[in-house]
């Protein structure tokens, strides 16, 4: 789970402008975590992470495949994220400037 957050967390900071950064954090509301093989100290995998489609109010769900040297998925997940305001700590709904760089 620690890799599913760690990728989801460096795809917002890479790819989210300065400003949303600042003013919005993410909070896990469910993980849905399908593991298919296994990796052990010292193995190396590819992770991916993708957003698949446009938010539905305060949630956005990310989908994340780590795949082992093999070429083998060792683990697949989705999962959904809600946004909060960062000083208030209150639900926002995810607008569209904010989702736009995750859908492109």
Same mark, same amino acid.
């Given at each position: ?41 010292? +193995?190396?995998? @590819?992770?991916? $992470?993708? =957003?698949? %489609? /446009? ?5 956005? +769900?990310?989908? @994340?495949?780590? $795949?082992? =040297?093999? %070429? /083998? ?9 809600a946004l909060l305001d960062r000083v208030? %700590? ?13 859908l492109s």
């Amino acid at each position: 789970m620690r890799w599913i957050q760690d990728i989801a967390v460096a795809h917002w900071q890479a790819v989210a402008s300065p400003e949303h950064i600042a003013a919005y954090i993410w909070v896990v509301t469910r993980h849905e975590i399908d593991y298919r093989g296994n990796v052990r100290v010292g +193995d190396s995998v @590819v992770g991916e $992470t993708w =957003v698949p %489609g /446009k938010p539905y109010g305060a949630r956005f +769900d990310r989908h @994340v495949r780590f $795949t082992g =040297v093999d %070429g /083998k998925v060792k683990v697949e997940a989705v999962t959904t994220w809600a946004l909060l305001d960062r000083v208030t %700590g209150r639900l926002l709904r995810v607008r569209d400037e904010i989702a736009a760089p995750f859908l492109s």
